[in-house]
């Protein structure tokens, strides 16, 4: 288990409201966000750290991505 | 009867050190001040280190000697302040009346919101379950009918638990604890107390309020109230910024202090501070007190009045040389030190001028001129000579470098 940070691409409205579009990977793979679910605080155990949580589908899997004041991460 | 929740984040620093290292979990850490600085002491500890007998305040060697494998890192200020800003808009969501007392403790009065959420319990345990999934954390919650109570509750289990105190089992869950745990209850007013028979809170309960005041003064009266669940202190509103009683700044020194002149060289760098942030606020002092920590941690604090209300470095400074030149004979090499400015006024009124020694004007004029000088050039640009004789000792900037302003009960 592991934190990974990831590049993103990211839309910002007029409201403020940021909303991850596309996940590079590592490897210079691109993902699409399909869809997000749910956007909350939350601690993640697993990777060790906190902040905001957008639940995604990606690639058709549930995907848990944090954002820690601006710098995004993954749990692998 | 009001209900009151008092929240402790458990190991606070710990935790949040652990949250982001999940390799370290499970083995003892510790959190230290900068020990080239000599800060270097437990500022915190997480459950494994408590269990292996380590103490807040334990010197680094001490705690490693206690704990083999013992994993040491150092302090972090910036993301604790983020977290216990974020406990805080935790807490918002329920009530208005919230009062910080440090960085990782808070009282709640949540008695008008007890319709919209469920009562105390229901309230807390919702705080410590929203604390565990939104900031990692855990927490131990205190609910009673005063703030004393609460605090008291609060410590009784840990981690990650919730203790109630009514009115009606206050006299078994509270009176059979030793009286030292009752805030404000310090080392020498526990000894005093010990000598007279008073082992717990419930013997302190029971005494006589007129003897205890014989004892301890108006304290003894307090104290009293304290454990007899009579404390009404309120649970300050959210923002409320309470007054400024008092200015003072301390330090610990770089090495221990061995002479009257090290002491001077301190005692100028700090009445510098305290009188620039006078200053700052538009106040004048008093009242000078200092605050004098020998190398065995032994401490003591002494005050004196000023023949008139200043801002001006060099009237504090002199104060504090004069009231530790009366107090001090040098037994022992000194490891810290603290200037304050009490018993304050705002700096705008009408002065009565000296009809002998002529005004202040000039040197307030000066004062005011090095402020503006060091806000555009910055702090070292303009100094006192004898800050040139030991600029190790001297080269920190107490105005500015980071500080943790401890709070009281009773602001």
Not at chain 1, 41 to 60: D, E, F, V
Not at chain 2, 45 to 68: F, H, M, R, S, Y
Not at chain 2, 175 to 181: I, Q, R
Not at chain 2, 270 to 291: D, N, P, Q, Y
Request: charged share 25%.
């Amino acid at each position: 288990m592991g934190k990974v940070f990831v590049h993103i691409t990211a839309e910002h409205d007029t409201n403020g409201i940021i909303t991850p579009t596309i996940l590079h990977w590592e490897d210079g793979r691109k993902w699409e966000i399909e869809k997000v679910f749910d956007v909350r605080m939350a601690a993640s155990l697993k990777a060790g750290g906190q902040g905001l949580r957008y639940t995604c589908r990606i690639a058709g899997k549930q995907v848990f991505l944090f954002c820690d004041e601006g710098k995004w991460f993954i749990e692998r | 009867m009001r209900t009151i929740l008092h929240v402790d984040l458990n190991n606070f620093y710990a935790s949040v050190e652990c949250l982001y290292r999940p390799e370290i979990r499970d083995k003892p850490v510790i959190v230290c001040g900068d020990a080239e600085s000599r800060h270097g002491i437990v500022l915190a500890k997480n459950q494994i280190a408590k269990q292996a007998g380590i103490k807040t305040g334990d010197v680094i060697w001490e705690a490693k000697l206690k704990c083999p494998g013992l994993i040491q890192l150092s302090a972090d200020f910036k993301k604790y302040l983020r977290f216990s800003q974020m406990a805080r808009a935790i807490y918002t969501d329920y009530t208005d009346q919230i009062e910080s007392f440090g960085i990782d403790e808070c009282w709640l009065d949540v008695s008008d919101s007890v319709k919209l959420f469920g009562d105390g319990p229901v309230i807390a345990d919702t705080i410590r379950q929203r604390f565990k999934s939104e900031i990692g954390l855990t927490a131990s919650a205190g609910i009673s009918f005063n703030k004393i109570f609460a605090k008291l509750g609060s410590d009784m289990k840990k981690p990650d638990a919730t203790t109630i105190i009514t009115e009606d089992n206050y006299r078994d869950k509270v009176w059979p604890l030793p009286v030292g745990e009752l805030l404000y209850v310090g080392r020498s007013t526990r000894q005093k107390l010990n000598n007279r028979g008073i082992y717990t809170i419930g013997d302190l309960a029971n005494r006589d309020v007129h003897r205890l005041r014989l004892l301890l003064g108006v304290w003894g009266e307090t104290l009293w109230s304290f454990a007899n669940g009579l404390d009404a202190a309120p649970v300050r509103l959210n923002g409320e910024e309470s007054i400024v009683k008092s200015v003072g700044n301390s330090t610990t020194t770089v090495r221990d202090l061995i002479s009257n002149t090290d002491v001077k060289l301190i005692i100028y760098v700090l009445a510098e501070s305290v009188a620039a942030r006078l200053r700052k606020h538009g106040l004048k002092c008093r009242t000078v007190a200092i605050h004098v920590r020998d190398k065995d941690l032994c401490s003591f604090d002494r005050q004196g009045k000023l023949s008139a209300p200043t801002f001006v470095s060099n009237d504090i400074a002199e104060k504090a040389m004069e009231l530790f030149a009366a107090n001090y004979r040098w037994d022992k090499p000194i490891r810290s030190l603290g200037v304050r400015g009490a018993d304050l006024v705002t700096a705008a009124g009408h002065v009565q001028i000296d009809l002998f020694e002529g005004d202040n004007l000039e040197a307030e004029t000066l004062e005011r001129t090095i402020d503006s000088l060091r806000k555009r050039f910055g702090h070292y640009s303009v100094q006192r000579c004898a800050m040139l004789l030991d600029r190790q000792l001297t080269g920190f900037n107490p105005k500015d470098d980071h500080t943790i302003y401890p709070v009281s009960f009773f602001r």
